[in-house]
Structures are given as C-alpha cells and as structure tokens.
C-alpha cells in the first residue's frame, strides 16, 4: 500500500477546478419560473392587494382558471400582460426634447 502525499498546491488546484465546475453548472442551468402561480404569489409579484387583483379578473384584465375554489394565474400571460402594457418612458428635465434629436 502506497502512501501518497497531498500538498497545498494539489487542494489550490482541485479546489479551482471545484469553483469552475459549479460555476459552469449553475451557468447552464435555465431559469425555472413556475407555469402556474396562485393568487398570494400573483400579488406578491405585482404588488397589489387581494381588492385589486379581484378587480383585475372582475374587469377582464388578467386570466385565470379556478380549480376547487383556487385560482391560478398563467405566468405566461401575466409576462404578456406586463408585456402589452409597457409605457415608454418619458422626456424629463434631464432628457429634454431640444437636445433629442
């Protein structure tokens, strides 16, 4: 049985190739958003309260679908909710028309 020394220079070196893997793992690993969010999550999200959320699915705004008395809200349509009613941004004082060109 052979004995066989380890150094600081072996752990440096494993331990940069250690942070180089994990670093590469949590690179490829996509972004996972759930598909289905309930109401608290939805209001968390958007900041509103539970009047105005009702508010929004009363006048249409946002989709739902209701299963057993809980509602679920796509987070797909909320991204194209968001997405539909983006507001470009405005000329201020420190971006005033007469220096847009």
């Known amino acids: 049985m052979a004995i066989e020394v380890i150094t600081r ?10 942070l180089n893997d994990l670093k590469e793992i949590l690179q490829s690993k996509p972004e996972q958003t759930k598909q289905w969010l309930k109401s608290n999550e ?3 999200l958007l900041n509103i309260s539970p009047g105005t959320l009702q508010n929004l699915r009363i006048n249409g705004t946002i989709t ?26 405005t000329v201020t004082l420190f971006n005033p028309k007469w220096l847009v060109r």
């Open 9 to 18: 220079e072996d752990l440096n070196e494993f331990r940069s190739l250690l």
């Open 42 to 44: 939805v209001r968390k």
């Open 64 to 89: 739902y679908t209701k299963i057993g008395g809980i509602l679920y809200y796509s987070s797909e349509d909320l991204d194209k909710l968001l997405e539909a009613n983006k507001v470009d941004a």
